[in-house]
T-cell receptor, first 115, second 112 residues
């Protein structure tokens, strides 16, 4: 009965490299949400995906960021050509229903450090 | 943007009840009040939610005023592990309304 699994927990990348963050939702959950938390700031919504579809990407930066949730496998948040400002904690959440009436379950996050 | 107002920080003695207020004076009839908390370095954790009636679960109680313009989260017997940032969020439960909008929350410190 595992919760939302995110890996890696910590990721260090040099400027210009690519970062791939993975999120496996809870069993039976087909809705995934990504949030970013910059140092000493609140959580900001990035993107909402269902299996194979992006539903709401209103919080995604226009460039370098992309997300997918394939039919099989985890959801992936990809950041290309990382810059120091991308250093943050990235959290994934999942829900069984799209409305999340009974709350979302969050993972423990991936802490990205760009050096 | 967040539609709630919370105190920046609060302190509470261990074993006492922690009462965290939230103002949501512009709440709409179809919006629920949700509470989440974030313990240091962890992902947010769902606590409780309500529409207009008071709610209680194993973690906390939620008291919503009759006019629904404010609410209070009550942790009945606070422990040191309850030290966290607590977020009050209002959101509609409608088709297409999925994302949570987090404000700055209340940093609750439980003191021994």
């Amino acid at each position: 009965n595992a919760g939302v699994m995110q890996n890696p927990r910590h990721l260090v990348r040099r400027r210009g490299q690519e970062a791939r963050l993975r999120c496996s939702p809870m069993k039976g959950h087909s809705h995934v949400y990504w949030y970013r938390q910059l140092p000493e700031e609140g959580l900001k919504f990035m993107v909402y995906l269902q299996k194979e579809n992006i539903i709401d990407e209103s919080g995604m930066p226009k460039e370098r960021f992309s997300a997918e949730f394939p039919k099989e496998g985890p959801s992936i948040l990809r950041i290309q050509q990382v810059v120091r400002g991308d250093s943050a904690a990235y959290f994934c959440a999942s829900s069984r229903q799209p409305t999340g009436l009974y709350g979302y379950t969050f993972g423990s996050g991936t802490r990205l450090t760009v050096v | 943007d967040a539609k709630t107002t919370q105190p920046t920080s609060m302190d509470c003695a261990e074993g006492r009840a922690a009462n965290l207020p939230c103002n949501h004076s512009t709440i709409s009839g179809n919006e629920y009040v949700y509470w989440y908390r974030q313990i240091h370095s962890q992902g947010p954790q769902y606590i409780i939610h309500g529409l207009k009636n008071n709610e209680t679960n194993e973690m906390a109680s939620l008291i919503i005023t009759e006019d629904r313009k404010s609410s209070t989260l009550i942790l009945p017997h606070a422990t040191l592990r309850d030290t966290a940032v607590y977020y009050c969020i209002v959101r509609p439960i409608l088709r297409g309304a999925q994302k949570l909008v987090f404000g700055q929350g209340t940093r609750l410190t439980i003191n021994p």
